[in-house]
Structure formats: structure tokens, C-alpha cells
């Protein structure tokens, strides 16, 4: 995997305290889902959710509760946003965070930690996470909708259209920044190949292959899609979509 996408899928901050998380994500600072949709990619898929609730609702519903379009994408918006947070929390309960420490330190060394702190303060190694940054977050809406469309689809929830531009080809896919933020984290890192920038990258590499390690996948293959936003469907029924 890509530097920044690699960096993208672990930097994730989880807001709830049902389960713990690895200290080596700590050493770097995470987003929130509310961050990512705060930005502009976010924003412009959070309009593109308020136009499908309005398509889809039905119409002598909405009547009835007085439901106006703006209250309708309000709805929508926070909808993603804390729905889409609890499931990242959620994703933290398989992941053994104990077992991933070790691994860290077993592939990293024993002074992992330590050196991902250093490289992390280099001023190179900033430049480069600042130029990945909406890669970091754009990808983190991406996941967050594709699994949110996922769960739509198995649950049978009557949207008029996937919202994931990536599954409907729409003109979203031109707002979102992550791919050239990609490319230019690759081309910056190729230039500068720095001691400290290919520790770090060294050890992303590292954060990763730990997670993997410590998640566990039979529980996380059971638990499926179709159950990574429970109650979403009440509270969409509850604003005249089925």
C-alpha cells in the first residue's frame, strides 16, 4: 500500500472508551470522522446526502412531520458523521491492542516507539504527513460512505442511489483530493530520502502489519456490513425513508 493511504487507513482517532487502542497510534495525530467531513470533500458528500434523503422520503411523510429539506440534511449530516464515528469505534474491539504492541515492538524493535516519535517531529517527515493530510482525510470519508452504502444495500433501505461516487461515477469523485494528495506524499518521499523519513516509513509499514496481526478477523467477518451501523435504519424510517 501507498505511503499516505497506508497512513490514511491507520490514522483514525476513536472517540468511544469501549476498547482500547495501541499506543503507536498515539504518536501521531489522528482525525476524527467529524474532521474529515468538516473538509471540503466532506462537506460536498454530506450535500450530496441531503439531495438522496430528499429523492428518496416520501413525500406525505415529510408533510406530516414537517420535515423541510434543511432539516432533512441536518439530519443526514449528523447522521454520518456520529454514525460514522461509532463504526470506527466499533472496528477497535477487534483489534487486540495489547497483541499489536508487541508486534510493533518485534518488528520494529524495541525502541520502535521511540524512533517513530523522533521521525514523526522531523521537519521532513511533517512536510510529508502535511502534504498527505487530504489524502488522510478524503480517504477517510471514502470509508465511511462505502460502508455506509454497504449496510444500506444489505439492509434493504429504500435510497434512491449509493451515495459513494466511486460506486455511482459521479462528479463528486473530482472533489476528492486523495489521489494527487497520494501522489505528491510518494514523489515528495522519493526526493527525500532522508534517514528520518524512511524510518518513519519504515515503521507506518510496521503499524500496519501489527493491526493486521491483532485483529481478529473471524470475529470482524462475522460482525459483516450489514451490522456496522445498527439503529442507522430506525432513524432513517423515522424520517420517512424505508
Known amino acids: 500500500m501507498r505511503l499516505a493511504a497506508l497512513l490514511a487507513a491507520l490514522l483514525v482517532l476513536p472517540v468511544g472508551a469501549r476498547a482500547a ?3 503507536f497510534l498515539a504518536a501521531l495525530p489522528p482525525v476524527a470522522v467529524a474532521q474529515a467531513f468538516a473538509d471540503s470533500y466532506g462537506r460536498a458528500v454530506l450535500r450530496e446526502f441531503g439531495a438522496i434523503l430528499q429523492e428518496s422520503a416520501d413525500p406525505a411523510c415529510l408533510r406530516a412531520k414537517g420535515l423541510e429539506p434543511a432539516a432533512l440534511a441536518a439530519f443526514g449530516e449528523e447522521l454520518l458523521v456520529r454514525r460514522g464515528q461509532a463504526w470506527i469505534d466499533m472496528m477497535f474491539e477487534f483489534i487486540d491492542a495489547a497483541k499489536a504492541e508487541r508486534e510493533f515492538r518485534r518488528l520494529g524493535g524495541d525502541n520502535a ?3 517513530l516519535r523522533q521521525a514523526a ?4 517527515v511533517r512536510e510529508l ?3 498527505g493530510r487530504p489524502a488522510q482525510l478524503d480517504n477517510l470519508v471514502d470509508r465511511v460512505i462505502e460502508e455506509f452504502d454497504r449496510f444500506v444495500l444489505l439492509n434493504r433501505i429504500g435510497l434512491a442511489r449509493p451515495l459513494s461516487p466511486y460506486a455511482t461515477g459521479s462528479d463528486l469523485m473530482a472533489e476528492s483530493r486523495a489521489e494527487p494528495s497520494e501522489d505528491a506524499v510518494e514523489a515528495f518521499a522519493e526526493a527525500n530520502q532522508t534517514p528520518a523519513l524512511l524510518r518513519f516509513r519504515e515503521l507506518v ?3 500496519g502489519k501489527a493491526m493486521a ?4 478477523q473471524e470475529r470482524l467477518l462475522r460482525h459483516g456490513p450489514g451490522r456496522s451501523f445498527p439503529g442507522a435504519d430506525a432513524e432513517l424510517k423515522a424520517h420517512c425513508i424505508e
Not at 517531529?121 to 521532513?124: E, F, G, K, R, V
Not at 496481526?213 to 481478529?216: C, F, K, L, R
Open 21 to 23: 487502542q495501541p499506543d
Open 213 to 216: 496481526a491483532a485483529t481478529d
Open 113 to 115: 516507539l521511540e524512533d
Open 129 to 131: 504527513r502535511e502534504i
Open 205 to 207: 509499514e510496521t503499524m
Open 121 to 124: 517531529a522531523d521537519p521532513i
